[in-house]
């Protein structure tokens, strides 16, 4: 009996130990959503309120190497990758390219260098 009973004990903790492992999927500590602050076109510098109609841009990156980029009110599914600082979107064919260090990202989008900052 006393054999059966401690044979009992161990498969529940054995149990209780699965059940504790995993804890899902890691998160990134680069995913965010990171705003636009500023664009600089050909040495003049801008905010987005002066390019865009409605102010808006920002890239949210997700862990696992995806991300959302909206522009104007219109957002897109992309893919991300990091390699050192060096940041690589690609956004429906086009690559953009450039780089991500203390949360701020500085991306090169057809000819404009997009500085977006990381929100709290």
């Known amino acids: 009996m006393k054999k059966v009973f401690a044979l009992m004990i161990a498969l529940t903790l054995a149990l209780c130990l699965c059940a504790c492992g995993g804890g899902g999927e890691e998160t990134d500590p680069?995913?965010?959503l990171y705003?636009?602050?500023?664009?600089?076109?050909?040495?003049?510098?801008?905010?987005?309120?002066?390019?865009f109609e409605d102010g808006d841009a920002s890239i949210e990156l997700k862990s696992g190497g995806k991300c959302t980029f909206t522009?104007?009110?219109?957002?897109?599914?992309?893919?991300w990758t990091l390699d050192g600082d060096a940041i690589t979107?690609?956004?429906?064919?086009?690559?953009?390219?450039?780089?991500?260090?203390?949360?701020?990202?500085?991306?090169?989008?057809?000819?404009?260098?997009?500085?977006?900052e990381k929100g709290e």
């Open 30 to 32: 680069n995913a965010g």
């Open 35 to 51: 705003t636009c602050t500023g664009i600089e076109m050909m040495g003049i510098t801008m905010t987005p309120e002066e390019i």
């Open 71 to 79: 522009m104007e009110g219109t957002s897109e599914t992309c893919d």
């Open 89 to 116: 979107v690609e956004v429906e064919g086009e690559t953009f390219t450039g780089t991500l260090a203390d949360g701020v990202i500085v991306l090169d989008v057809m000819g404009m260098n997009m500085t977006f």
